[in-house]
């Protein structure tokens, strides 16, 4: 894009394109001339030139060297072109079809790097002196720039970036530099899913094959190449939502506090019971979950239609999660042909047959999960976790990453099971690596493995659309997002 020196004749339409009351541009000499002769506004023109970058290579029409380049790539693109900025000679390019490894981060990994390259937060320093944060910038950069992973964001993420403690639009930054713009559905909708389909196959008395397809955990494509232009949309907050996370994350505390207090006090359960326990209370949180829901929006429509003093609060009128789970189980009851008078009974009954429960992957997970923060009460932990966010998102991806970098207790939850947990419950099914702090050269050395096992065709085409130095780190990434806010 250029800015100086722009010639425009005086009655010429004025490039600002400011119109006159009948429609009609506006003539340079009465609009901008002033304005531009005194330097107080600069003309910006754009042409098809502007949208041709490096790498350069020699020109196969005119030969050129350095004049045939990259006509703006588009991310998501299953190809390119280029094209001579002194000829026009122009060519297209396919793209090869890649596979990306899903890794999914943990919120405190953002928060870390963030803090590793925020100059200005009081956590820098130490977090510069720990060698393997900035050995795993580089890696990441290099995995993810490669186009070897993706590692998709959450609204688990975006929920804890807007109450944590660090500028949310930073965190935002760093997730979506990372995940491409890919998002995973709400772990609410995994598990819809995963019930429906299960529920249905109970309905036939047959075994429910889970498919853990990407499709399934995503609506965009997760293996689409991330290079050139980004499209982002800024999604900020619903009113009042900061609030309600804040007061919800409040009430969940006190409650694990209350729930850690009674798994302290109970010796007698052993690690299946609880499991089964955990299990048992699906059914029960739902329909709980549904009941007060219905009253607070009865009390809501009362308030309002009598001119009562109200507060408009998005839950009050937004159906929870389980709205949704029990609409997916109707409606498989009525594709099976299940007499309506019957669909209820058939429905609890099935949130009491426990061993069929424990056959959905994210049913299982948590259960083994929860049951894995009880036996920790029982034996002396003294104090819970902050929040079931942990929880929440490692059931509901585990079964659909490739890898997931946890903190060191979740993964003690998945990996450190009592001698006598049977093998359905021990969770090798789900192949995804498991890495936490206590695996970090581990990590380090997965993420140089799958950027080795690249296909050459891959390679190839990488270096001429993004040129040699592609992997080189967004060493100012949060300096920039600072700078363009002020």
């Given amino acids: 894009m250029k800015t100086d020196n722009v010639k425009v004749g005086r009655n010429e339409p004025c490039p600002c394109g400011k119109l006159k009351p009948n429609g009609n541009r506006k003539k340079y000499k009465d609009c901008c001339e002033e304005a531009v002769r005194t330097g107080k506004k600069k003309v910006f023109t754009f042409g098809r030139r502007d949208l041709i970058s490096e790498p350069y290579r020699q020109c196969p029409k005119c030969l050129k060297n350095g004049s045939f380049g990259v006509f703006l790539a588009i991310a998501g693109s299953s190809g390119y072109s280029r094209e001579c900025v002194e000829c026009g000679y122009q060519k297209g390019y396919s793209l090869p079809k890649i596979n990306k490894k899903i890794l999914y981060l943990d919120q405190f990994v953002i928060s870390n790097l963030i803090k590793l390259l925020d100059k200005d937060h009081k956590s820098h320093n130490r977090i510069k002196n720990d060698s393997f944060w900035e050995k795993l910038f580089v890696k990441l950069e290099a995995a993810s720039k490669s186009q070897a992973i993706v590692c998709p964001d959450s609204f688990y993420h975006r929920d804890e970036s807007l109450v944590g403690g660090i500028d949310f639009k930073l965190m935002k930054r760093m997730y979506g530099h990372f995940s491409s713009g890919k998002t995973l559905y709400p772990g609410y909708e995994i598990e819809r899913m995963q019930i429906y389909d299960h529920f249905q196959n109970w309905l036939r008395g047959q075994k429910t094959v889970f498919s853990f397809a990407r499709e399934r955990v995503s609506q965009e494509n997760l293996d689409t190449w991330s290079v050139g232009l980004h499209v982002t949309v800024n999604m900020r907050p619903l009113p009042g939502e900061v609030d309600n996370l804040r007061s919800t994350n409040f009430l969940t505390s006190e409650q694990l506090k209350n729930l850690w207090a009674r798994w302290q006090s109970e010796k007698n359960f052993n690690f299946i019971d609880r499991i089964k326990e955990e299990t048992s209370g699906l059914g029960k949180g739902l329909i709980t979950e549904v009941q007060k829901f219905l009253q607070r929006r009865t009390s809501a429509i009362e308030k309002m239609a009598l001119g009562k003093p109200y507060d408009l609060d998005l839950n009050d009128i937004t159906p929870p999660a389980a709205s949704r789970i029990f609409d997916a189980l109707f409606l498989a009851a009525r594709i099976q042909k299940i007499p309506e008078d019957q669909i ?123 040129g040699d130095d592609y992997a080189n780190p967004y060493w100012e990434i949060i300096e920039h997002e600072k700078r363009e806010r002020t």
């Fill in 344 to 466: 209820s009974a058939l429905i609890v009954r099935y949130f009491t047959d426990l061993n069929a429960l424990l056959e959905i992957p994210k049913i299982r997970i948590s259960s083994v999960m929860f049951a894995g923060l009880a036996r920790k009460a029982q034996l002396g932990k003294k104090y819970p976790p902050k929040s079931f966010a942990d929880v929440g998102f490692i059931s509901s991806y585990l079964p659909y990453c490739d890898a997931l970098f946890v903190d060191i207790e979740s993964r003690g939850l998945l990996k450190e099971l009592p001698r006598e947990t049977p093998q359905n419950l021990r969770l090798d099914d789900f192949p995804a690596r498991i890495f936490s702090l206590n695996q970090k050269e581990e990590f380090l050395d997965y993420l140089d493995h799958v950027v080795a096992s690249i296909p050459e065709d891959q390679m190839a085409a990488l270096r001429d659309v993004e």
